[in-house]
């Protein structure tokens, strides 16, 4: 399961991954990360089995603690371009058999690529919102 963490800029200094996966001898995958002098974002992924535990261990910890789906895509709005699906570095954006676009979350890492590319406006980044790669 995909996990989003939020961090305050208070905790930037405090070993809050590492002494969550000491402390609860889980392994998990980044995915994606990005701090500044306002916020910490990242986007993990644990084993389904474990993560009810790890999410109320970093929400005990003070971490905003974002789960479900990471983006939409409104399909009212969608041409069916493919100028998202020519970008995605995961290929979560897919054209269908129909040739319409879809969006597999499971593949989705929220880089919001994606979301710059659509002149339509028809992409939106749930939850914490993900950092553009093109504001870095
Ligand atoms: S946010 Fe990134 S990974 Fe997710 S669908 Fe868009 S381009 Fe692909
Ligand atoms: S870029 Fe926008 S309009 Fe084009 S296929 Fe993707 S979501 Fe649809």
Redesign the pocket.
């Known amino acids: 399961m995909k996990i989003l963490l939020d961090y305050p800029t208070d905790l930037f200094e405090k070993p809050i991954l590492a002494s969550m996966i000491l402390e609860k001898k889980v392994l998990l995958n980044i995915l994606r990360a990005y701090v500044d002098g306002r916020r910490g974002e990242m986007l993990i992924e644990v084993p389904n089995e474990v993560a009810d535990d790890v999410v109320k261990s970093f929400k005990n910890r003070g971490v905003k603690v974002h789960t479900g789906s990471l983006i939409e895509?409104?399909s009212e709005?969608?041409?069916?371009?493919?100028?998202?699906?020519s970008v995605c570095p995961t290929t979560a954006?897919h054209y269908e058999e129909d040739l319409s676009?879809a969006i597999n979350q499971s593949k989705c890492i929220q880089c919001a690529i994606?979301v710059d590319?659509?002149?339509?406006?028809?992409?939106i980044l749930k939850q914490g919102g993900g950092i553009s790669f093109s504001s870095l």
């Open positions: 895509l409104d709005l969608c041409v069916d371009c493919g100028a998202c699906v954006i676009v994606c590319s659509c002149p339509r406006f028809a992409i």
